[in-house]
């Protein structure tokens, strides 16, 4: 729907290499759509590229992680009435082509995920990463009754009642913007679905998960979906519309 208010949130840790880059790919895509660039505790030009290519920034005093850059960006959104908010990582690997499939699966959805693994590109994971993200597909397309492939994606649109939800409360913690967050929505009774996409290589920066942080993968997901499930958070009028 063209009429819908949309805003790309791009979260951005050290990314002046890309952000650029990226802002302009994203302009392309959908020139329709605004950007907010959250800048989270950056220490080189990130947020100075960032604005000359044309997006608005919000700069974070401290290293939050995703979670706490992507909750300022639902609160901004929140604030100004936008009806879509899509996440869009600032490292080049979700590509902007894809943001047209993500917004039409919002007409029947409050979140759409953009799966790696749901047939479409080549991108594969692999040691204790591609275990965990197995095991919590499986749990997730239970929860949420419906099948899920790709739960750790952060390539997602998200509509009115998931921006609700997450203005009020959106989780901070490790894995807690994946994990967590689609706890909440499936306890919000959000209608979940995903669409598949095509997952590029990082244009520049260095990866936010190192190499032993990838081998302690699997039990921290599982912490995660564990406190997920037990916590209890805000929720939205079920009977609102999607």
């Known amino acids: 729907m063209t009429s819908r208010r949309v805003l790309i949130v791009m979260p951005a ?29 950056s220490v080189d030009d990130t ?8 997006a608005e920034v919000a700069r974070l005093a401290v290293n939050l992680g995703v979670g706490g850059a992507m909750r300022t960006g639902f609160r901004y959104a929140a604030a100004r009435g936008y009806d879509v908010v899509v996440q869009v990582d600032a490292d080049g690997q979700h590509d902007p082509d894809e943001l047209d499939a993500l917004l039409r699966g919002l007409d ?20 204790p990463r591609k275990y965990a993200m197995v095991a919590l597909s499986l749990v997730f397309s239970r929860l949420a009754k419906t099948k899920l492939t790709d739960v750790t994606s952060g390539f997602k649109a ?24 689609l706890v909440m929505a499936i306890r919000a009774k959000l209608t979940i679905k995903e669409i598949p996409v095509v997952m590029r290589e990082r244009a520049g920066g260095t990866p936010s998960h190192s190499p032993v942080k990838s081998a302690v993968y699997l039990s921290r ?22």
Do not use: C, H, W
Request: net charge neutral.
């Open 13 to 41: 840790l050290n990314e002046s290499a890309s952000v650029a880059s990226v802002i302009e790919q994203v302009k392309r895509a959908l020139p329709d759509g605004d950007l907010l660039v959250v800048d989270d505790g």
């Open 47 to 54: 947020a100075r590229l960032a604005r000359a290519a044309g």
């Open 108 to 127: 029947d959805a409050d979140i759409v995920i953009g799966s790696r693994f749901a047939g479409k590109g080549s991108y594969k994971a692999s040691g």
């Open 158 to 181: 998200m509509g009115p009642r998931a921006i609700r939800l997450f203005a009020g409360y959106y989780p901070a913690e490790y894995l807690g913007d994946t994990v967590e967050s």
């Open 221 to 242: 997901a599982g912490l995660a979906l564990l406190l997920a499930l037990v916590r209890r958070r805000p929720a939205v009028d079920s009977s609102d519309s999607a």
